[in-house]
């Protein structure tokens, strides 16, 4: 039964990879309505991505101007600006002068080759631990089936850093639990 789940999980992930782009587009531009220190994990989600990929918004600074957050203050949030400064998102869209402060570039495209990737790397994982489960480790060499049980466990010591870290694959995780579970229209 796991070998089905596992199986089903890389092909579906190598078959849906080319959809990805759009559903993380989709799912980046709602959690966008939700951008409020009320939902703490927007927030901060948004404020990680913005801040540590340098961009702003989900395909441009702009985006900001169709959300709540960007009405109310009339421009972006302070983690687009290139230097951090209280407020410096503040005002963006009314005082021109104020652009070469912020990064104007949108955070979707930082992101989008990251997912695919690591999309692509989730299916072929699936689906090599589903065959050697099948398989056993008979008909493999002993020195490869070890070093595919040495790699295993390393990926296992890694993943705990994986989940703390705004690696794109936990950053899509966010966006796509967040966006769907909040969203009000």
């Known amino acids: 039964m796991i070998f089905v789940v596992q199986l089903g999980v890389g092909i579906t992930s190598y078959i849906l990879s080319s959809d990805v782009e759009n559903f993380l587009e989709d799912n980046m531009f709602k959690s966008m309505r939700n951008y409020n220190t009320s939902r703490a994990g927007v927030y901060r989600t948004w404020n990680v991505v913005q801040h540590e990929h340098a961009c702003c918004g989900t395909k441009n600074y702009e985006d900001w ?4 957050y960007g009405e109310s203050v009339n421009g972006v ?3 687009c600006c290139k230097e951090f400064t209280t407020d410096c998102g503040r005002n963006v869209f009314q005082d021109d002068t104020k652009l070469e402060q912020i990064n104007q570039g949108g955070c979707f495209d930082k992101l989008k080759g990251d997912i695919k990737d690591n999309i692509t790397v989730l299916g072929g994982v699936a689906i090599g631990i589903g065959c050697v489960q099948v398989l056993g480790p008979r008909p493999l060499s002993r020195n490869v089936f070890r070093f595919i049980c040495a790699s295993l466990s390393l990926s296992a010591s890694i ?7 705004s690696s794109p694959l936990v950053l899509l995780f966010f966006f796509l639990v967040l966006a769907d579970r909040t969203v009000t229209l």
């Open 159 to 165: 993943l705990p850093l994986l989940f703390f870290s």
């Open 77 to 79: 949030p302070d983690a």
């Open 65 to 68: 101007k169709s959300t709540y």
